[in-house]
């Protein structure tokens, strides 16, 4: 296997993320452009000086190792994943290569305890070779400084040896040459009959790997390290600079800088926002006000956020996440005063769920400290708020942090680097599109332009969001959660509208008392005590019959009298007797569940709207592909670089140059973006030659068109044909084609159950007339008080499905907004197929609408191009059209689809005239 098959596979196998691959392959180029690099003999100043200079061409940032070995270092953001990247660089060594020896260098007990996890438990879910065949076979052999004195026999330098890989604590030995002793690792092993440290010395393949390697660039221990010579030393760390007198100090040896502003671009971290309040001045209080009024505040966005949270995991079915809040204080005196003004905020709400964690415990507390912060991450454990003064650094790898409060005095640049490095990771391990979901907030009202400013200038690390919070009292947020379940469900009494916190009992609360409204209704008929665990066990049945569309092809057919028959059947079969009921009770008494279920089947069949479950399966092979069109060139607009290579001799001094550098040259211009295209999976080389061939021809014309010669086509080719052929993949995604023929449309269900919804509510319940000041904020409150929906609360995205809703509340037969899963309709976007959910589904009488609401632009512009809406569009036709065959069938409703500009909606509209106007045909 090549060198460069090897990068790619263990790339895919690790699911390395894109700065992650491009540092792998960095280090390939790296030790394949300069096989000094691979001489453990060849460590002379002027051999090292040689080896700088070859590779100063394609490192411009590499200037310096900074060791008396080749050293490199790869600069990667906090949360992007350094630790992988590690297992990466040991595997595709050992395969490339087959270096068998490893020297990882921890800096602290933290991250010495968290590698060892990560390297040894196979099992563990952050195992940093899972996916390696060849360590899944027999895994790398695990040395640590407390077993290394053991281990080290020349037995394992056999050929049939495991890999070794040894962690060790760097501030473990700093401890140990204090006062000019030599370290333990240098000391004469009995087992080994010389020193461990000896041992490793001699090995002709040992590579150091350093993380957070901005801690290494002093000390005694890290100069006993040198002495160890090892082949290549490997520096990772977020943070390339030493502090010095007069500021940041760059490293010498930078070969990958993928900075704090790429990741967050990127959506591999959580998007750091500084929050203060509106008008304030921080000048009118004094300091201790100043930092009451910081810590208030950072509890009304933490407790937000566990909201916008707790919405997010029910609407996603996506585990529940626990944010805490990080407080940063003075000292450890500061610290547990903080503890004790935290715990007496509102009315002792925090009480019990505050730790202290610095150097000021021992004994016992340290133990329950320790324990506590590393369960910080767990949804049962209570802790919300963690005070620290200085004990929380680098490998505190947790991903719920969501709000810090620094409390500790430090100049804007500081705070920006330090606080926000240990909350950037993401619990979902991704970006979820959710703002609130994806935002780091700092609390820093004092700080707050000061911030902006730094965070602004050229050479900032990251770009700060402003955040600027509403003025409010002592009782902090008004948001809430509130879980929304059909009115099926609330009016049997199977299960209620839940809201989490006194704020949400009161909007519940609110929703069921607003007068004449659809929820005065629901308190009228649900059913209590037996007959709701009657009613509970006829939906389950409902559920269980409904799978039969031949029996029951709509909900309509429950009502008829073989179907009631067959429902309270199966209900008296599964109605158990509760402990400590007599035999004579109502679930034994046949007549008694018959009107149960007859009762529960009618309210069913009033509240629902008939929604088939439809998939579209293949007959036979698919038959797709992509069709043949234009190519879009208009940003292809690369130049050609000069990658020459700079080649000094080691006894003369004189330098040389020599061709190109680490490009595999074609023979033919268009395979270097054929090469790169053929190795997306959805491209297959055998049926799509012609057309890749030929778009990469209309690649390679344009850049001919405004090169001289072929030498620089070539040389554009050999270096951006990979981004060339990602682009060409992307436009080649809007071509693509399924032979319509080749597909069977099966309806399982004639109807589904109607899916609970979850919102974030801001303030008290808002009837449908009432929209907000500033219209762009509706979607921060919910809606209740109807008449015609199948669910008591509902939320907006826009003021324009606000009064929609209104005309709906007037016409409609039942409407209600979807969630995610009631249809599963996809549609083409790019390369992807996400989730299309219409703003509407609308009963009516003679027919059942599907609608969406857009701006009366992008309705314009579906109609002439392909856009996004058109996307969605066309597939939410075609689910219609597959539904409306299948009603025809059964005796129901036809379905329609509405695309409707936000312009023609207005209070007045009719239905009718809606339908009659923008129904929208494929």
């Excluded at 599964?574 to 089947?601: H, I, Y």
């Excluded at 003369?652 to 074609?666: D, F, K, N």
Aim: charged share 25%.
């Amino acid at each position: 296997m090549s060198k460069e098959k090897i990068v790619r596979t263990v790339a895919g196998r690790l699911s390395l993320r894109e700065p992650q691959t491009v540092s792998l392959e960095r280090l390939h180029f790296a030790l394949e452009s300069v096989p000094a690099l691979r001489d453990s003999k060849a460590r002379s100043v002027e051999e090292l000086k040689a080896m700088q200079e070859a590779l100063k061409a394609e490192f411009p940032k590499l200037t310096d190792f900074e060791r008396d070995f080749p050293s490199l270092c790869f600069a990667l953001a906090t949360g992007v994943g350094k630790t992988r990247l590690m297992g990466a660089f040991i595997s595709y060594l050992h395969a490339a290569y087959g270096y068998k020896h490893f020297f990882v260098l921890a800096p602290n007990l933290t991250i010495y305890d968290k590698l060892i996890r990560d390297f040894s438990d196979t099992t563990g879910p952050k195992y940093v070779f899972k996916g390696i065949a060849d360590f899944a076979v027999e895994a790398p052999e695990v040395i640590t400084g407390e077993t290394y004195d053991q281990k080290g026999d020349l037995v394992s330098q056999a050929i049939d040896a495991p890999v070794q890989i040894n962690i060790f604590n760097i501030s473990k030995i700093n401890s140990e040459v204090r006062g000019g002793k030599a370290p333990k690792i240098k000391r004469l092993s009995e087992y080994l009959g010389q020193s461990y440290f000896e041992y490793l010395a001699g090995l002709p393949d040992l590579v150091l790997i350093m993380d957070e390697s901005h801690r290494y660039r002093a000390g005694a221990g890290i100069r006993a390290l040198n002495e160890l010579k090892p082949l290549l030393g490997l520096e990772l760390t977020a943070t390339p600079f030493t502090e010095g007198t007069k500021g940041p100090v760059p490293f010498k040896n930078v070969v990958m800088d993928y900075t704090l502003a790429r990741a967050i671009e990127d959506g591999f971290v959580k998007e750091p926002a500084v929050v203060t309040q509106q008008n304030f001045n921080p000048a009118d209080h004094s300091a201790e006000q100043l930092e009451r009024i910081k810590l208030m505040d950072g509890i009304r966005v933490h407790e937000e956020t566990k909201v916008h949270l707790l919405t997010y995991s029910e609407q996603t079915g996506q585990k529940p996440v626990k944010p805490f809040m990080l407080v940063i204080a003075r000292d450890t005196t500061h610290a547990a005063a903080l503890l004790g003004t935290i715990e007496g905020l509102f009315d002792g709400q925090y009480k019990g769920k505050v730790i202290q964690v610095d150097s000021s415990k021992s004994g016992a507390e340290e133990e329950e400290m320790i324990r506590r912060l590393l369960l910080v991450e767990s949804y049962t454990e209570p802790t919300e708020v963690v005070i620290h003064v200085n004990m929380l650094k680098e490998g505190w790898d947790v991903t719920n942090l969501y709000t810090i409060v620094p409390l500790r005095a430090a100049n804007a640049r500081t705070l920006i680097e330090q606080s926000i490095g240990r909350g950037l990771r993401l619990p979902y391990g991704r970006k979820t599109g959710v703002e609130v979901v994806d935002r780091l907030n700092i609390i820093a009202h004092d700080r707050f332009k000061e911030v902006i400013d730094e965070a602004g200038k050229g050479d900032s690390p990251i770009r700060l969001k402003e955040l600027k919070l509403e003025p409010t009292d002592s009782n902090g947020s008004r948001f809430t959660s509130i879980s929304v379940p059909s009115n099926t469900s609330v009016m049997l009494g199977i299960s209620g509208v839940k809201g989490s916190g006194a704020d949400g009992a009161a909007v519940v609360s609110a929703g069921y008392g607003q007068g004449t409204g659809g929820s005065a209704h629901l308190t009228s008929v649900v059913f209590t005590g037996e007959e709701r665990r009657i009613a509970l066990v006829t939906m389950d049945a409902v559920a269980e019959l409904g799978k039969d569309r031949i029996l029951v092809p709509t909900s309509t057919a429950l009502g008829t009298a073989s179907v009631q028959e067959k429902l309270t059947q199966l209900v008296m079969e599964r109605l158990v007797p509760q402990q400590g009921e007599l035999l004579d009770t109502m679930a034994s008494n046949a007549e008694a569940v018959a009107e149960v279920v007859k009762k529960s089947v009618e309210v069913f069949i009033d509240q629902t709207i008939d929604i088939p479950r439809i998939t579209v399966v293949p007959i036979g092979p698919v038959k797709g592909g992509y069709s043949s069109f234009t190519l879009d060139v208009s940003r292809m607009n690369y130049q050609a670089t000069d990658q020459q290579l700079l080649s000094q001799g080691l006894q003369s001094g004189r330098q040389l140059t020599y061709g190109e550098a680490a490009v595999i040259e074609e023979s033919r211009l268009e395979d270097y973006i054929v090469r790169e295209l053929i190795n997306y999976d959805d491209v297959s080389y055998d049926d799509h030659a012609d057309l890749i061939y030929e778009l990469a021809g209309q690649a390679v014309a344009h850049f001919r068109s405004n090169q001289p010669d072929d030498a620089a086509v070539h040389n554009i080719l050999g270096n951006h044909g990979r981004v060339i052929a990602e682009n060409i993949h992307l436009q080649m995604a809007k071509h693509y084609e399924e032979d319509p023929t080749g597909s069977e449309v099966i309806v399982s269900q004639g109807f589904m159950p109607l899916k609970p919804c979850a919102f974030t509510a801001k303030d008290d319940l808002k009837p449908l007339h009432w929209t907000p000041d500033d219209k762009r904020t509706i979607g921060q409150y919910v809606y209740g008080g109807f008449q015609r929906c199948a669910f008591a609360f509902q939320k907006f995205h826009s003021d324009t499905e606000r009064i929609l809703a209104t005309v709906l509340e007037r016409e409609a037969r039942r409407w209600f907004r979807p969630v995610s899963g009631q249809f599963n309709i996809y549609y083409r976007s790019g390369v992807n197929q996400p989730e299309y959910i219409p703003d509407f589904v609308v009963a009516l009488d003679d027919i059942t609408l599907m609608i969406e609401t857009k701006k009366a632009k992008e309705v314009a512009e579906a109609q002439e191009s392909e856009t996004e809406v058109k996307a969605k569009a066309d597939q939410a036709v075609i689910w219609c059209k597959n539904a409306s065959d299948y009603a025809a069938n059964v005796g129901g409703k036809p379905w329609a689809y509405l695309l409707i500009p936000h312009d023609a909606v207005a209070p007045n509209m009719t239905l009718t005239s809606l339908r009659s106007r923008f129904t929208y045909i494929r």
